[in-house]
T-cell receptor, first 112, second 110 residues
């Protein structure tokens, strides 16, 4: 098993759909993150969960809703997205002490 | 927030050549990582190096924290080294809230 696993790897959704991205880590970490990578823009931090509590929300629109039910799982619930939300969404995990972060393979999302 | 600049933005090398990638950051950091993004989008960890020097095979990295820069050296480059190299830093006390640079796109040709 890889350290951080994301599903699905690819997702195409309409603007009225609701879908969820899933992330699972097997590294014993207790902090998890969602990042967004759009074309021609640097990777942007979206959400941070530390010990299952959300500690950061970087002005992300409410159509993105994160959930962290336990230290091993992280979800990103999507609803009424816009075409400009099409991007690569990456999940990461680390210890809360700020050491090395590890990333999943990413979910490539296309909103049509 | 902290600013991260990488140079050069693009680099084309012939197989076997050496290269140096640079990362400058605007504030003190307690985490600095180098990643290689493969064509499928996955970020592969290369180094966790908030200070000092590390080597792993043909790759090595040096971070001079007092002068706010890090260097990634690639020696005897191979076509499989192609891709985008990212530097990312964090300067917060808890959790690895990374700020990424814009990357260096490397193409290694035969």
């Amino acid at each position: 098993e890889t350290g951080v696993t994301q599903t699905p790897r690819h997702l195409v959704m309409g603007m009225t759909n609701k879908k969820s991205l899933k992330c699972e880590q097997h590294l014993g970490h207790n902090a998890m993150y969602w990042y967004k990578q759009s074309a021609k823009k640097p990777l942007e931090l979206m959400f941070v969960y530390s010990l299952e509590e959300r500690v950061e929300n970087n002005s992300v629109p409410s159509r993105f809703s994160p959930e962290c039910p336990n230290s091993s799982h992280l979800f990103l619930h999507l609803h009424t997205l816009q075409p400009e939300d099409s991007a690569l969404y990456l999940c990461a995990s680390s210890s809360t002490q700020g050491t090395e972060a590890f990333f999943g393979q990413g979910t490539r999302l296309t909103v049509v | 927030g902290i600013q991260v600049e990488q140079s050069p933005p693009d680099l084309i090398l012939q197989e076997g050549a050496n290269s140096t990638l640079r990362c400058n950051f605007s504030d003190s950091v307690n985490n600095l990582q180098w990643f290689h993004q493969n064509p499928w989008g996955q970020l592969i960890n290369l180094f966790y190096i908030p200070s000092g020097t590390k080597q792993n095979g043909r790759l090595s990295a040096t971070t001079v924290a007092t002068e706010r820069y890090s260097l990634l050296y690639i020696s005897s480059s191979q076509t499989t080294d192609s891709g985008v190299y990212f530097c990312a830093v964090a300067n917060t006390g808890t959790a690895s809230k990374l700020t990424f640079g814009t990357g260096t796109r490397l193409q290694v040709t035969l």
